[in-house]
């Protein structure tokens, strides 16, 4: 049985691609999922590893669907081997059921992993030269200096805190932890 399995990482993202060639590679059944790959724990992917039966293969459109650290996909596969279950990539055109399937796997398995090192490394070298130059990441803050003044004559006379979130565009818990500040 072809036990397919699908992963996008936000709701933004669509998975009818996937979807539709995990269809067409003959899938009796399809799990899906919306999580981060770089999570190892990730409960849609558990269960259709516990559906797979011995002489299955777990089908994915492509190896960074499954996982995206190399051990951590070496450990699926060894995992899944051992079980007598085989993994598929479609893109990567990977069968580890084959000696030269499981070959390519472990190749492309450290090309992956060297991809996201690179990433990560970019980011942080990225991310150091915007602090040496004096720019911060992440997004601007809701509650300005000039909000909180605000805040603060708004609460003096009396108006609910719920009005002045309104009046502020801010949320009523981002109010009370700038004034219990």
Request: hydrophobic residues 35%.
């Given at each position: 049985m072809l036990v397919g399995y699908a992963r996008i990482s936000t709701r933004e993202q669509s998975m009818d691609g996937q979807l539709d060639s995990l269809h067409q590679a003959g899938c009796d059944k399809v799990f899906t999922e919306v999580a981060s790959g770089a999570r190892e724990d990730r409960p849609v992917l558990r269960e259709a590893l516990e559906y797979a039966r011995p002489g299955d293969v777990l089908v994915c459109f492509k190896l960074d669907r499954v996982a995206r650290s190399l051990?951590?996909?070496?450990?699926?596969?060894?995992?899944?081997?051992?079980?007598?279950?085989?993994?598929?990539?479609?893109?990567?055109e990977i069968d580890t059921s084959t000696p030269g399937g499981r070959l390519v796997f472990h190749v492309f398995g450290a090309i992956a992993q060297f991809e996201r090192d690179l990433i990560r490394e970019r980011t942080r070298v990225g991310l150091d030269a915007a602090r040496k130059r004096g720019r911060t990441g992440g997004r601007p803050k809701s509650m300005t200096p000039a909000k909180l003044d605000a805040a603060r004559r708004l609460i003096q006379s009396g108006t609910p805190v719920r009005e002045i979130a309104d009046s502020l565009g801010v949320s009523v818990p981002t109010v009370y932890r700038h004034l219990a500040s």
């Open positions: 051990p951590h996909l070496t450990n699926l596969v060894a995992d899944l081997d051992h079980r007598q279950i085989g993994l598929r990539s479609l893109t990567e």
